[in-house]
Nanobody, 125 residues
Framework: QAQLVESGGGLVQPGGSLRLSCTASGFTLDYYAIGWFRQAPGKEREGVSCISGNERSIDYADSVKGRFTISRDNAKNTVYLQMNSLKPEDTGLYYC??????????????????WGRGTQVTVSS
């Protein structure tokens, strides 16, 4: 059965780094745009980054530009989110999701139709 699983979260100090992975099983990610989203307790879920199927379209939320990098390795059926210079406000449950539109990507969650269960990222000293 098709599954989308996030991994790589954990507890890090401010200024530290984490690399999140989003791996698909039961289907191929090649022709899907992938988005990363996060949600902190009591706050709305927000788009963090996205990457199109052909990698020609990439976008980031203003709050993470210059610090986060999204990439994909289709041979491993995986999309990554490299997070550097982490701040306490980056804390949250991070989700990846698929967008059946393979062209220009967006961080608007209304475009996404399949979601993983999330991986927790906590940035604290």
């Amino acid at each position: 059965q098709a599954q989308l699983v996030e991994s790589g979260g954990g507890l890090v100090q401010p200024g530290g780094s984490l690399r999140l992975s989003c791996t698909a099983s039961g289907f191929t990610l090649d022709y899907y745009a992938i988005g990363w989203f996060r949600q902190a307790p009591g706050k709305e879920r927000e788009g963090v980054s996205c990457i199109s199927g052909n990698e020609r379209s990439i976008d980031y939320a203003d709050s993470v530009k210059g610090r986060f990098t999204i990439s994909r390795d289709n041979a491993k059926n995986t999309v990554y989110l490299q997070m550097n210079s982490l701040k306490p406000e980056d804390t949250g449950l991070y989700y990846c999701a698929t967008d059946p539109r393979s062209g220009t990507c967006t961080t608007w969650e209304g475009r996404y139709d399949h979601w993983g269960r999330g991986t927790q990222v906590t940035v604290s000293s």
